[in-house]
Protein backbone atom coordinates (compact mmCIF):
# COMPACT_ATOMS: atom_id res chain seq x y z
CA UNK A 1 0.00 0.00 0.00
CA UNK A 2 2.98 2.38 0.46
CA UNK A 3 3.78 2.46 -3.36
CA UNK A 4 -0.16 3.36 -3.72
CA UNK A 5 0.12 6.17 -1.26
CA UNK A 6 3.00 7.78 -2.68
CA UNK A 7 0.98 7.20 -6.10
CA UNK A 8 -2.11 9.50 -4.48
CA UNK A 9 0.75 11.75 -2.77
CA UNK A 10 1.97 12.62 -6.50
CA UNK A 11 -1.72 12.52 -8.14
CA UNK A 12 -2.58 15.33 -5.03
CA UNK A 13 0.46 17.43 -5.59
CA UNK A 14 -0.13 17.68 -9.86
CA UNK A 15 -3.77 18.68 -9.22
CA UNK A 16 -2.78 21.11 -6.69
CA UNK A 17 -0.34 22.28 -9.34
CA UNK A 18 -2.94 22.31 -12.38
CA UNK A 19 -5.80 24.24 -9.66
CA UNK A 20 -3.06 27.12 -9.05
CA UNK A 21 -2.71 27.31 -12.35
CA UNK A 22 -6.58 27.20 -13.42
CA UNK A 23 -9.36 25.95 -10.90
CA UNK A 24 -11.93 25.72 -13.84
CA UNK A 25 -9.90 23.02 -15.58
CA UNK A 26 -11.39 20.27 -16.56
CA UNK A 27 -10.04 16.71 -16.86
CA UNK A 28 -10.14 15.10 -19.99
CA UNK A 29 -9.67 12.29 -22.55
CA UNK A 30 -6.93 9.56 -21.46
CA UNK A 31 -6.55 11.42 -18.30
CA UNK A 32 -10.04 10.13 -17.14
CA UNK A 33 -8.84 6.63 -17.41
CA UNK A 34 -5.63 7.04 -15.79
CA UNK A 35 -7.11 8.78 -13.06
CA UNK A 36 -10.47 6.10 -12.96
CA UNK A 37 -7.79 3.04 -12.54
CA UNK A 38 -5.86 4.89 -9.82
CA UNK A 39 -8.65 5.97 -7.84
CA UNK A 40 -10.33 2.42 -8.08
CA UNK A 41 -7.10 0.88 -6.96
CA UNK A 42 -7.35 3.46 -4.27
CA UNK A 43 -10.82 2.70 -3.04
CA UNK A 44 -10.26 -1.03 -3.09
CA UNK A 45 -7.50 -0.03 -0.31
CA UNK A 46 -9.88 2.10 1.73
CA UNK A 47 -11.23 0.42 5.18
CA UNK A 48 -14.48 -1.39 5.39
CA UNK A 49 -15.99 1.53 7.25
CA UNK A 50 -15.09 4.53 5.09
CA UNK A 51 -18.16 6.24 2.86
CA UNK A 52 -15.49 7.67 1.07
CA UNK A 53 -15.30 4.86 -1.93
CA UNK A 54 -19.40 5.85 -2.75
CA UNK A 55 -17.96 9.63 -3.81
CA UNK A 56 -15.25 7.77 -5.35
CA UNK A 57 -17.39 5.82 -7.17
CA UNK A 58 -19.89 8.56 -7.92
CA UNK A 59 -17.02 10.76 -9.50
CA UNK A 60 -15.31 8.54 -11.61
CA UNK A 61 -17.44 5.49 -12.95
CA UNK A 62 -18.25 5.24 -16.85
CA UNK A 63 -21.61 5.86 -15.74
CA UNK A 64 -21.10 9.25 -14.47
CA UNK A 65 -18.33 10.35 -16.27
CA UNK A 66 -20.80 9.73 -19.27
CA UNK A 67 -24.16 11.30 -17.81
CA UNK A 68 -22.41 14.72 -16.65
CA UNK A 69 -19.77 17.48 -17.60
CA UNK A 70 -16.30 16.85 -17.83
CA UNK A 71 -14.60 16.70 -14.24
CA UNK A 72 -13.30 20.01 -12.56
CA UNK A 73 -9.50 19.60 -11.49
CA UNK A 74 -10.59 21.45 -8.50
CA UNK A 75 -13.39 19.06 -7.65
CA UNK A 76 -11.26 16.46 -8.18
CA UNK A 77 -8.38 17.73 -5.81
CA UNK A 78 -10.89 17.47 -3.33
CA UNK A 79 -11.79 14.06 -3.48
CA UNK A 80 -7.78 13.30 -4.05
CA UNK A 81 -7.23 15.16 -0.73
CA UNK A 82 -9.38 13.03 1.16
CA UNK A 83 -8.36 9.84 -0.10
CA UNK A 84 -5.26 10.91 0.94
CA UNK A 85 -5.97 11.54 4.21
CA UNK A 86 -7.58 8.40 4.92
CA UNK A 87 -4.89 6.30 3.21
CA UNK A 88 -1.79 7.91 5.28
CA UNK A 89 -3.95 7.40 8.31
CA UNK A 90 -4.64 3.75 7.51
CA UNK A 91 -0.55 3.46 6.61
CA UNK A 92 0.41 5.04 9.65
CA UNK A 93 -1.48 2.29 12.09
CA UNK A 94 0.65 -0.17 10.36
CA UNK A 95 3.77 -1.09 12.49
CA UNK A 96 7.11 -0.37 10.91
CA UNK A 97 9.68 -3.29 10.91
CA UNK A 98 12.56 -2.30 11.49
CA UNK A 99 11.73 -0.17 14.20
CA UNK A 100 9.74 -2.49 15.86
CA UNK A 101 13.10 -5.04 15.20
CA UNK A 102 15.54 -1.99 16.07
CA UNK A 103 13.02 -1.59 20.00
CA UNK A 104 13.15 -5.19 20.49
CA UNK A 105 16.93 -5.04 20.79
CA UNK A 106 16.83 -2.00 22.75
CA UNK A 107 14.26 -3.38 25.07
CA UNK A 108 16.25 -6.60 25.65
CA UNK A 109 19.45 -4.45 26.49
CA UNK A 110 17.20 -1.99 29.15
CA UNK A 111 16.17 -5.17 31.14
CA UNK A 112 12.42 -5.92 32.64
CA UNK A 113 13.71 -3.03 35.40
CA UNK A 114 13.33 -0.04 32.37
CA UNK A 115 9.59 -0.28 30.37
CA UNK A 116 8.81 1.39 27.38
Known amino acids: MAALVDQIRQLHSDLRFLVEKDPEQEVQGTTVLTLSAVLEEAQSSLPADSTLGEQ ?31 LEHEESLKPNGRISVARGRLDQRRGPQYPR
Open 56 to 86: IFALISPESIEAREPIRVADLLLVVGQLLAV
